[in-house]
């Protein structure tokens, strides 16, 4: 409700009007937090999407060319250079497991926002209280283990080693063994 001074100058907001904006931004910050979640989550959805796609695709070019250079006698000598093609798709994985990384960081910052003082407070304050909402890859909030969490050490993760290297691996034994 909007109060006239007896000045008859400006208007004013009186205190339950102050207090309903306040509700209604803390419940629209609350409503952005909840959507950043979801965004996040299938962010690392389709990066899995993604990088299930690059490991299939770095199989079936891989396996083909393979297959045509050892089946035929004028390519069967550059069956050793095949061990670029599981290390250049080793290496769009790595990039795209790292943004995925950046996805998954910040979960843990919600993760740990919502399990602290700080999200409590913010109940009593009516205002998100030390925490950037609205930041899905973490570039406003990020902290000193952010270039750890995602670092070119991606390129040795589990599964992504084990393929890549073993293809790389298995084209140079069979450039050795028909080379």
């Known amino acids: 409700m909007l109060i ?14 102050k207090n309903r904006q306040v509700n209604e931004t803390f419940k629209y910050q609350l409503d952005i937090l909840k959507w950043e979640l979801e965004y996040i989550q299938n962010g690392i959805r389709q990066m899995d999407e993604i990088t299930t796609s690059i490991k299939n695709w770095a ?89 750890s969490y995602t670092s070119i050490r991606l390129v040795f993760f589990g599964s992504m080693a084990w393929l890549y290297l073993g293809l790389t691996i298995f084209s140079l034994a069979i450039h050795i063994i028909v080379g």
């Open 4 to 17: 006239i001074n007896k000045s008859g100058n400006s208007p004013s907001i009186d205190g339950s009007t």
């Open 59 to 147: 199989i079936v070019l891989w396996s083909g060319s393979i297959g045509i250079t050892i089946g035929s006698d004028i390519l069967r000598s550059y069956v050793g250079f095949t061990f670029l093609i599981p290390i250049l798709f080793w290496l769009v994985d790595a990039r795209w497991r790292k943004t995925q990384r950046g996805f998954i960081y910040r979960m843990n910052q919600i993760r740990d926002f919502l399990n602290s003082d700080d999200f409590s407070k913010s109940f009593e304050q009516q205002k998100i209280v030390n925490f950037t909402i609205l930041d899905p890859r973490s570039k406003k909030s990020q902290k000193s283990d952010y270039k």
